[in-house]
């Protein structure tokens, strides 16, 4: 495993990390046959594998179901060999303001770490930010007091939309900005990863495998994402002249980029953990291939999880 800088947070995160929705609730593309919440037994067996591979960022959040409780019970025992990150509650930010505002980040943290069964969080993100939320500042005052008070090391925001991210770098304050970035969807290339990397913030990217679509499961798409379907067949064919697998190219695509400290991966497989684990290290893509793949060109409406017709 590779190891990289987050940012001005100077944790060296492993170029591969791992998201833990899929552990707590069913999550992605829906496949016949296929279980997609795995048993906590199961869970457990993929949390201590991702560590004995070199996984050192966990990733999760209070809204992933069970998610924050399996972890506690599975990696008790671990706690110093991993960077944990998880996010304040929020299904949404509107009509939180003043003392309902603090009073809710407040009883996200304490839920977290009673879940996680730490005593610290490493990174604290605020979940799916907006702009609004960030430049009130209320939110982040609240959140450097919980740092004061020890409850967490760093800081920082998820995001959808290229708004939310340009206000947290604006803002100055966030330690760290997680979004989502593959080979697809590629429309925070032009300003919010080289101002990231301009102002030292560290970038944790999701949604490299776009919820399971850039892997076999693209055939499972719905009639609804045609288009989407259409662009997956597009990239696969031209994996087969590259010797490459659909997961492993989009994950080479990400890792190349030089503002990305650390590549999300969401399974709740232990041999696609240890495929993908595979892939750090493997090198950037070749300017030919590259230029193939930005001529893919996908609706936006199409690129957004949020809007798919399943969970």
Not at 185 to 213: M, Y
Request: proline share 4%; hydrophobic share 40%.
């Amino acid at each position: 495993m590779n190891y990289r800088r987050l940012g001005r947070t100077n944790l060296q995160v492993s170029e591969i990390s791992l998201g833990t929705v899929e552990l707590g609730m069913d999550y992605g593309i829906p496949v016949q046959g296929e279980h997609r919440q795995p048993s906590e037994a199961d869970a457990a067996r993929l949390l201590n594998r991702a560590l004995d591979l070199g996984v050192n960022l966990i990733d999760t959040a209070r809204v992933y179901g069970e998610s924050e409780a399996i972890i506690g019970r599975a990696l008790k025992s671990r706690r110093e060999e991993y960077i944990l990150a998880t996010k304040i509650a929020a299904l949404s930010w509107e009509g939180y303001t003043g003392k309902g505002l603090r009073e809710h980040v407040e009883t996200s943290i304490t839920e977290s770490l009673r879940s996680l069964q730490t005593d610290i969080i490493d990174i604290l993100y605020i979940h799916n930010a907006t702009p609004e939320l960030i430049q009130r500042g209320e939110i982040v005052e609240i959140m450097q007091r919980a740092q004061q008070v020890g409850y967490a090391c760093f800081i920082g925001t998820t995001t959808y939309g290229e708004a939310a991210p340009l206000a947290v770098l604006k803002d100055g304050r966030f330690d760290c900005v997680q979004v989502a970035y593959n080979l697809l969807d590629r429309q925070f290339e032009e300003r919010v990863l080289p101002l990231a990397k301009e102002n030292d913030v560290g970038i944790a990217i999701r949604s490299v495998l776009l919820k399971g679509a850039l892997t076999y499961r693209y055939t499972h798409l719905p009639e609804e994402l045609r288009e989407l379907r259409a662009a997956v067949e597009a990239v696969n064919s031209l994996c087969g002249a590259q010797a490459n697998s659909l997961p492993k190219l989009a994950y080479r695509f990400v890792l190349a980029h030089p503002a990305v400290s650390t590549a999300l991966v969401g399974t709740s497989r232990v041999h696609e953990l240890q495929e993908i684990v595979s892939f750090a290290g493997c090198g950037a893509l070749s300017p030919e291939l590259l230029n193939d793949i930005r001529e893919i060109v996908v609706h936006p409406d199409q690129l957004n999880p949020g809007t798919w017709p399943f969970q």
